[in-house]
């Protein structure tokens, strides 16, 4: 089972803007790219095209691992509005 | 402003804890919770252990939608081509009270806030917390959108990673070897299938934790806790040891990989998979606990970093619950006195330091820095297997004494400089 598959089981409400923001200037220096190897829900890839860090925040299980792995301050991350985000049925 | 006595911010176990042992009392409390109902940004492995807690709210427990109490326990340790496992069956688990439950936090608190609400609290959903009021250094209450709630106390039971405590000035920023991250699956399974594989009557239930290959040398390892009608299977690793892990490892991968390993698959086949989470783990223990309070507002469960991991358990929810009564016996002699300047509040951590909360938190001080080392996750799992193995192993050639066996082995890879100072750390745990 995928990662897209498993987390098409979870209840989400996304909001339309990201609860999580990159500061592109710090991932650009970054080389060992912390995110993209803690991030359990496999949220964060390099653009191909633009060579710039993203963040699929809609997927996004609120640990909030990626700031603390992070060691570079790049990721600034809120919990998303009142009401959405992850809908945890078992937790 | 307009104030009211109390705002709790956060409606998990902690900030409940404490609306349930302030409802009752001449108080004005509310609690903000920021999902959909209290529960629903919860996450645990999930074990909870009810004797240090029972007693603090005693009349609680009664009916309580834990999932199986917990009345066998495995540890398997895993290593390359082979694995060792312990299991103990206890009759003493296995008796009322039982001491502790398997437990999914999504349907328990919002059993619990239902409690509250039936006492008069009012738990408000979808309110997020942006920000405190402050006036002159001193929370007189908190930002929700536009809405200004005043407060003679605010509880920042806002989890894990405390915007609040950082706005209050309480905490030192986050550093990466102080967290672990779990996550972990919902895996459907009928109840009669549960029961027979893992052996289980009724209501019993099994916890299982897995050390070593695992977790490919990273400080963690692996769960599996049955409830009554699913398994919980995740993992709990150190953020620091997957930032330094050579050569890079995705770590949602390595939950697929425990998955399909043979000691898990058998466990969880033909079972379906229904939520898959994951939430941070406070292991800095007390180390890096945080100014706990300050005037007009205390820091509750993992908001004040009460987690643990004591290497046979990470523990957290007992701490939570603790931690809001705690801090409700201290609001509440703050209203007698009419001051809520941490002068006051001071008596939170005196009630905390006298109790089982932070005399763990003490006795285990160091437990972190001794679980550091990567040969427990690797190197000494991979030892007890191989020596295990060799006993057992029966060739053409004559089998050796069992004892030079043994012994041959331990001198190899534990009873050696390096062997007997990592058990000489132990001493400390």
Known sequence: ?91 | MEKIDVVIVGGGLAGLSCAYALAGEDLTVLVLERGDFSGSKNVTGGRIYLGPIRDLIDDLWEGAPFERHVAKEALTLMAEGSSTTLQLSSQKMNQRPYPSYTILRSRFDRWLADKVMGKGVYVVPEKRVDDLILDDGRVVGVKTGEEEIGAEVVVAADGVLSFLAEKAGLRKPFEPQHFAVGFKEVIQLPREKIEDRFGLTGEEGMAHLFVGSLTKGMMGGGFLYTNLESISLGMVIGIDAINRREPREEVYRILDEFKESPQVKRLIEGGTLSEYSAHLIPEGGINVMPKLYSDGILLVGDAAGFGLNMLITVRGMEYAVASGVMAAEAIKEARKKGDFSSRTLAHYEDLLRNSFLLKELETFRHALSILKNPRWFHHYPQAICDLYEKLMWIDESPKSRLFSTAYGELRKSIINLQGIKDILSLRRI
């Not at chain 1, 829900?41 to 992070?70: D, K, P, R, W």
């Open chain 1, 1 to 91: 089972m995928t990662i897209e598959e498993k987390l098409a089981q979870d209840a989400f409400k996304n909001d339309e803007a990201s609860h999580i923001s990159l500061d592109q200037s710090i991932c650009k220096e970054c080389r060992e790219r912390f995110c993209i190897y803690s991030c359990p829900a496999h949220l964060y890839s390099l653009n191909e095209e633009t060579g710039q860090m993203q963040v699929e925040f809609a997927g996004c299980l609120e640990c909030g691992t990626c700031m603390i792995a992070c060691i570079y301050g790049s990721v600034t991350w809120n919990y998303p509005r009142g009401g959405f985000g992850v809908q945890y049925r078992h937790g």
